[in-house]
């Protein structure tokens, strides 16, 4: 890769400000002050030294993210906050973006990287990787709501669903439930309670594959996922 390319992926400036960088003679190859900025390096092999301090290249990053209400789940939007309006500097340089799709007004576990390949097989429908979500319902819900998702739903579309594990946490005016689905259709969870004529009032996805939400982090806030942790990811 081309040095200011790699400069560039890792947030060090633009790729006419590293030009300037390296004719001020701020980068440094295996011991070679590099002056063209088109050089061609092997990240994963080469020592880079940039204004005296090494550089740690990595392809890709994986945060974990605790959506708070109010943000698209996009890269960019010209009405409303994205997610990566949440996110800092050091990270939207790797053009990251999110793993599916949060609605507006849902909470919870969302994931923003920059592997496509990742994000293509934990999101196609032929893995079937499992999405649970906490939810309260205005409705009473009860056991033949468990026993109707398991038969899997008829949408507003006439879509039917795949089954779902409804599991019941509170049973009452408002009742409060945690659902597992294997799929992702557009407002699903919501769609999904309207064909038991409920209603979702709070939505917060908790897990994805066998990769849960970590308690610790408050709204708005993310990590980086950990090598075990990106690949509970993808488990089914």
Do not use: W
């Not at 400000?17 to 994963?44: Q, R, T």
């Not at 033949?144 to 579309?157: M, R, S």
């Not at 066998?210 to 089914?236: P, S, W």
């Amino acid at each position: 890769m081309r040095i200011d390319k790699v400069l560039g992926n890792l947030g060090y400036g633009t790729r006419s400000e590293i030009k300037k960088y390296c004719k001020y003679g701020m980068v440094v190859v295996n011991g070679e002050v590099i002056k063209n900025n088109s050089f061609h390096v092997d990240p994963k092999k080469d020592e880079i030294i940039f204004n005296g301090e090494k550089v740690n290249y990595r392809e890709y990053i994986y945060l974990m993210l605790n959506k708070p209400d109010g943000y698209i789940s996009a890269t960019y939007d010209n009405v409303d906050k994205t997610v990566l309006d949440l996110i800092d500097q050091e990270y939207l340089a790797f053009n990251p973006f999110p793993v599916g799709r949060l609605d507006k007004d849902t909470e919870g576990l969302l994931i923003l990287t920059n592997d496509g390949q990742l994000s293509h097989r934990v999101l196609s429908p032929k893995r079937h990787v499992p999405k649970t979500y906490y939810a309260r319902i205005h409705g009473v819900v009860t056991s033949d709501d468990v026993d109707a998702f398991k038969e899997g739903l008829i949408l507003d579309d006439g879509y039917k669903t795949l089954p779902g594990e409804l599991e019941i946490l509170k049973s009452d005016s408002i009742s409060e439930i945690n659902l597992t689905i294997h799929e992702g259709k557009f407002h699903q969870v919501k769609r999904m309670f309207e064909s038991v004529d409920k209603k979702v009032i709070y939505l917060k996805r908790i897990s994805m594959g066998g990769l849960k939400l970590d308690e610790n982090l408050a709204l708005g806030e993310y990590r980086e996922l950990t090598e075990e942790e990106i690949k509970l990811l993808e488990e089914r």
